[in-house]
């Protein structure tokens, strides 16, 4: 049965939070942080390009100049969290390589 709107009600779909969590498993926030970086590297060149022309007005640099700083503190916090992702896959990877070399001695 649907609710109000054409809504499928959650309880009637039978859904349980842990297949709430595979579906979130399932995106690639590793690759979105990536594409994030890639994006944030561009407009922070560009930024750069207008805060270092001298042709502009002085205060016109400064407001450019002063978004590619924001646009770098964005980045390098995004980056960060990239890295500790990683981190955290490459050991639940060798945690998973080291048990199942202790099932396989057992």
């Keep these: 049965m649907r609710g109000e709107r054409g809504v499928p009600k959650l309880t009637r779909k039978k859904a349980?939070?842990?297949e709430i969590a595979?579906?979130?498993k399932r995106i690639d926030t590793q690759r979105t942080r990536k594409d994030i970086i890639e994006r944030l590297k561009q407009l922070i060149e560009i930024a750069h390009g207008f805060a270092t022309d001298k042709n502009l007005n002085p205060n016109v640099r400064k407001?450019?100049?002063?978004?590619?700083?924001?646009?770098?503190?964005?980045?390098n916090?995004?980056?960060?969290t990239y890295d500790m992702m990683m981190i955290k896959r490459q050991v639940e990877e060798l945690k998973r390589i080291v048990d199942q070399e202790l099932g396989e001695r057992a």
């Design 16 to 18: 349980s939070l842990r």
């Design 22 to 24: 595979k579906k979130i």
């Design 63 to 75: 407001d450019w100049a002063r978004l590619e700083a924001y646009l770098s503190q964005t980045l």
């Design 77 to 80: 916090s995004i980056a960060r």
